[in-house]
T-cell receptor, first 115, second 109 residues
């Protein structure tokens, strides 16, 4: 099946710094990628939809200036958490839309801890 | 009302038991339905799609009732390795998947 990678798998950073997370589709081209966030014991919550070559679409309540998304190529989308705070600590998961209907492939996730 | 609702559990069952999870969804326009499995600190992985006619994959059986907007997952002969969180997921066309909070299962020796 299709493979999606994420980097880094975990990161610890200090409050106020910015962190970039990469999401790559390894063996297919993904014009659309999704970014989710999951807090402990909560469901995955969609943050934004990332389309190659255009601006991302953010869900209500997600600050676009804080969570910068860049989908510059058909195989790479990046999420930058700017000026991170402890409340941004979470599990961030990306997924890529495949070619078939309803096919969505998940990356392994990035665990962010802001101290 | 949340889009996808599940009993969070936990369900603690002995090995060999049969356990069933239920899920309801609010969007009647939902077109596709899935059960995902998520292990602790890992990404969710597709367990099986759910069809109106019901479908079975080994020890797992999924059912969909569109009229009641209700989805179920039955696990027979539970194994220790079945311990995980099971996520009910719905989709409306080519849109992002909508996840329930998940039902946590612990299978005990």
């Amino acid at each position: 099946g299709a493979v999606v990678s994420q980097h880094p798998s975990w990161v610890i950073c200090k409050s106020g710094t910015s962190v970039k997370i990469e999401c790559r589709s390894l063996d297919f081209q993904a014009t659309t990628m999704f970014w989710y966030r999951q807090f402990p014991k909560q469901s995955l919550m969609l943050m934004a939809t990332s389309n190659e070559g255009s601006k991302a679409t953010y869900e209500q309540g997600v600050e676009k200036d804080k969570f910068l998304i860049n989908h510059a190529s058909l195989t790479l989308s990046t999420l930058t958490v700017t000026s991170a705070h402890p409340e941004d600590s979470s599990f961030y998961i990306c997924s890529a839309l495949g070619t078939g209907p309803y096919e969505q492939y998940f990356g392994p996730g990035t665990r962010l801890t802001v101290t | 009302r949340k889009e996808v609702e599940q009993d969070p559990g936990p369900f603690n069952v002995p090995e060999g038991a049969t356990v069933a999870f239920n899920c309801t969804y609010s969007n009647s326009a939902s077109q596709s339905f899935f059960w995902y499995r998520q292990d602790c600190r890992k990404e969710p992985k597709l367990l099986m799609s759910v069809y109106s006619s019901g479908n079975e994959d080994g020890r797992f059986t999924a059912q969909l009732n569109r009229a009641s907007q209700y989805i179920s997952l039955l696990i027979r002969d539970s194994k220790l390795s079945d311990s995980a969180t099971y996520l009910c997921v719905v989709n409306s066309g080519n849109t992002p998947l909508v996840f329930g909070k998940g039902t946590r299962l612990s299978v005990i020796a």
